[in-house]
């Protein structure tokens, strides 16, 4: 198959934080891969803006390292190389102060799409908008990128969103969320909406339940002081888990478009069901052997924070009343695994003789490892010995489907960079989005901190505590395995 990468307008986007972690693992080494597939113009470029002292050259030879420590294959190759260095270029800022600002005022050009990615801590976001706007970098045009964490709570998040609208249009906010940049998730979307086989079955007459895993095998490693005062609920299921659990449940759009399909999006977690706390297991990994546990690992003995978290919910709409959605995403488990298994109902009756066994369909989405769809359906067992009944999974991984194409495909961070600089919202969170999550979470943190809940402890490389099972095997449920 031939790719099909379409060039962007030319723009220069500035990096705040430029020299940071994310940057240097994520930002560059994607922007090389979309300037290898001939989608950054030639005359783009690249401006690190952050505290270090650098000049251009300085900042091409830390970028230049990023990319070998953190690029794919691709880094081999020099020449492309040197040319992607040179269009990069540095200010060092102050965005807390003045120094730096005049000096990127003058490096921005006029008629191209500029674009400001806040790779900072959310506390500078105030500043760095200000400043933008006081230095007249900004114009009617620019595009702000902001990272998560949105806000801890929906007053702070309310507080960001207002001190963003005080400089920018929602029109020019880009809320990233990297979990919508990855091709599966879009194609959650292409595969419910653009086939005829899944609507029809989409909603509480075919689905029993809906399993969404999130797991990790790594532990807090030097996040730990952040961590500790965000927790798996935080970190993981306000944002990423809601927002595969809104594609997975939203009413189809109108049209593939920006506010189209958030207005959907924001319906799924109004219509989200308050959580009874015996639908909530929380967790936190004990020692095992020379591995420290979560507590040791945030050197806080008495962390009551979750570094496990299962929860089962509902959504009180037409299509999906009395279907439960069971969430759950944690650090050290067996596997790396991110997946959503839609669960089918049992057939009723069968006319098999002797088959008693339930199958079931059952359409999994794997985000990663391994990006892909497959479909269980049951079959005859093959060979002779009369009619038995085996399930087998109908499998699409992506990189066997589609070859070469998939190997081009853009990750996520690229994916989405590339959407700024085409002014296509539709895979970031729009501000209404953001707080209706947090209004959802709110009451169930307080919850659980009203009660001194203690976090279960789970052991390391396991599916997580024991009560995470029974929150389904009460319900007569098994969670589908954890494979890597
Ligand atoms: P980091 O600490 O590694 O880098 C911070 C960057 O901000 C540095 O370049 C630093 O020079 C710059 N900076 C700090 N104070 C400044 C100031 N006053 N003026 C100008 N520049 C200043 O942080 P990071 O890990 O790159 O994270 C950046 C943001 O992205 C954070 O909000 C973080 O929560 C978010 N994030 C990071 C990751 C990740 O994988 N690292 C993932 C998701 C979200």
Not at 232 to 246: E, G, S, T
Not at 394 to 412: I, K, P, V
Request: proline share 4%; glycine share 8%.
């Amino acid at each position: 198959m031939v790719s099909r990468v379409i060039p962007v307008d030319n723009f220069d986007l500035v990096i705040f934080g430029g020299t940071g972690d994310l940057a240097r693992r994520k930002i560059l080494p994607g922007l090389f891969r979309r300037f290898l597939a001939g989608q950054m113009p030639a005359d783009s470029r690249v401006i690190g803006a952050a505290r270090s002292d650098l000049d251009d050259d300085g900042y091409r030879a830390l970028i230049k390292d990023a990319i070998a420590e953190f690029g794919g294959p691709e880094k081999e190759d020099a020449e492309k190389l040197s040319a992607f260095l040179a269009q990069l270029a540095y200010v060092q800022i102050d965005a807390m102060g003045e120094g730096g600002w005049g000096a990127l005022a003058k490096l921005m050009r006029k008629d191209v799409v500029r674009a400001f990615y806040f790779s900072v801590g959310p506390s500078l976001f105030g500043a760095l908008a200000e400043r933008l706007h006081k230095h007249k970098i900004a114009d009617r045009n620019s595009r702000i990128v902001v990272e998560k964490p949105f806000g801890r709570d929906l007053a702070s998040a309310q507080a960001l969103n207002e001190t963003l609208a005080s400089h920018f249009k929602e029109t020019q906010i880009y809320r990233i969320d990297h979990y919508l940049g990855k091709e599966t998730v879009q194609n959650l979307m292409a595969v419910r909406f653009g086939n005829v086989l899944f609507e029809p079955l989409w909603n509480n007459h075919y689905v029993d339940h809906i399993e969404i895993t999130v797991a990790e095998t790594v532990g807090v490693g030097g996040r730990g002081a952040y961590y500790d005062k965000s927790g798996a609920m935080r970190d993981m299921v306000q944002n990423h888990l809601m927002q595969l659990l809104c594609l997975i449940a939203m009413e189809p759009p109108s049209r593939y478009g920006p506010d189209e399909v958030r207005d959907e999006k924001l319906k799924v977690i109004r219509a989200l069901d308050p959580i009874d706390a015996h639908h909530i297991v929380r967790g936190q990994y004990d020692a095992k052997g020379e591995e420290p546990s979560y507590r040791e690992d945030v050197d806080n003995a008495k962390s009551f924070t979750e570094s496990f978290i299962a929860l089962k919910c509902g959504i009180s709409n037409w299509r999906w009343a009395g279907v439960p959605f069971y969430l759950r995403t944690g650090k050290k488990m067996k596997s790396r695994v991110s997946s959503i298994d839609v669960v089918f109902k049992d057939l009723g009756h069968t006319i098999f003789e002797g088959d008693h066994s339930r199958h079931r369909n059952i359409l999994s989405i794997r985000l990663q490892p391994n990006e892909g769809m497959d479909l269980q359906v049951t079959i005859k067992e093959p060979g002779p010995g009369g009619m038995r009944l085996i399930d087998v999974p109908l499998d699409m991984t992506f990189a066997d489907a589609l070859g070469d194409d998939a190997e081009d495909s853009a990750d996520a961070y690229e994916r989405l960079i590339m959407d700024v600089i085409r002014g296509n919202q539709t895979l970031f969170m729009r501000g209404d989005e953001v707080e209706a999550a947090w209004a959802w979470t709110d009451p169930l943190i307080e919850g659980w901190e009203a009660r001194n809940d203690v976090p279960k402890t789970y052991e390391q490389g396991s599916a997580g505590p024991e009560d995470a099972m029974a929150l389904m095997h009460r319900d007569g449920r098994k969670w589908r395995e954890i494979k890597g």
